[in-house]
């Protein structure tokens, strides 16, 4: 319904449609916004408004012009998972520059329902999206790769540039089957150079990842990449799964930097008992920066022999009787 529209004055100037409002609540783009609706949406709608929405997210993304600065609006409707999530029956690769991706749900940090997952029949999706272009923006979006089958490992890999996700939840190896392969992995960064992700959290605390494997992988000469305020989850009772993997010696260069942000594994009634949250290969010329970071589940930041990759720029923690951070029993 339209809505009367006035000046200052009270003077009436004409009207405002339900889809200007809508407009005016997103961030501002340079190109077209394009509506995804898991729930109504129909593939031969122009995707336009809610009204007339595309039924997926790869309907929409192959609407949106590189570099045009277009937008896709990721909608959901109620809480049962066919009305909040965009599935996808092959994996998307995302070449495309500078599109503005926000999901319509809550604002959970933790499995929100603004949704893009693989469909039931695609069990062996190696990762839902890749993102090969630059300059593109990605908000309250949560990712999930639950195939069944063993080569269903990521959920996302960024070999793009300049990339930004904010209050997104990545799932990869869903599944027990894959979350036992050493190469499972949450999101990775191949060869993709100053991304940010701000207020993401990667990784489940509800399926075993029983391999050595990580959260966040490097690999392909990763640069300069930034974490901000994020959460890293996992389940695993493999001593050796770790939370960030380096692929190899050329996995990445300069400095990987993690600011206040959160890394936890858990287990059924405890805390995990895990080695080393950096594992793999140590880089050539490479380091990992710390910065305000707590650990939790993991005995070290880094403790595979020669690495000496992991700076740590974190307060000491002292006993609780001495005023300070309160320690583990």
């Not at 783009?29 to 929405?53: C, E, K, M």
């Not at 609006?73 to 809480?79: D, E, H, K, W």
């Not at 389940?235 to 190899?248: F, L, N, V």
């Amino acid at each position: 319904m339209a809505k009367t529209k006035t000046d200052g004055y009270g003077n009436y100037v004409g009207e405002v449609k339900d889809l200007d409002l809508i407009i005016g609540s997103l961030p501002p783009i340079r190109g077209t916004w394009y509506f995804v609706d898991p729930t109504s949406g129909i593939a031969a709608n122009d995707g336009l408004s809610p009204g007339s929405a595309k039924a997926s997210i790869k309907d929409a993304y192959d609407l949106c012009t590189s570099g045009a600065g277009d937008g896709i609006v990721l909608l959901s409707a109620g809480t049962a998972a066919a009305g909040c999530t965009s599935y996808l029956s092959a994996a998307l690769a995302w070449s495309k520059h500078g599109i503005t991706v926000v999901g319509v749900a809550s604002g959970a940090r933790k499995y929100g329902r603004a949704r893009v997952a693989n469909l039931s029949t695609a069990t062996d999706l190696a990762v839902l999206i890749t993102v090969s272009g630059d300059n593109n923006s990605f908000y309250n979006v949560h990712l999930f790769n639950g195939g069944s089958d063993a080569a269903a490992l990521g959920a996302l890999k960024v070999s793009g540039n300049r990339n930004h996700f904010e209050n997104c939840h990545f799932v990869g190896a869903g599944h027990a089957t894959p979350a036992a392969d050493a190469g499972a992995y949450d999101l990775m960064i191949d060869g993709g150079q100053e991304n940010n992700f701000e207020r993401c959290t990667f990784g489940t605390d509800t399926i075993i990842r029983a391999a050595a494997n990580g959260n966040i992988v490097f690999d392909g000469g990763a640069w300069r990449n930034s974490f901000y305020d994020c959460d890293l989850l996992c389940y695993s009772e493999t001593a050796g799964k770790g939370a960030i993997k380096c692929a190899d010696a050329t996995a990445f260069s300069g400095v990987q930097t993690f600011a206040r942000c959160r890394f936890v594994a858990w287990k059924p009634n405890g805390l995990g008992s895990l080695t080393s949250a950096f594992i793999g290969t140590k880089p050539t010329s490479g380091q990992i920066l710390m910065d305000s970071c707590s650990i939790l589940g993991w005995a070290a930041w880094d403790s595979v022999g020669a690495n000496d990759t992991v700076y740590i720029a974190n307060s000491h923690a002292v006993a609780s009787g001495a005023g300070g951070i309160a320690t583990a029993p």
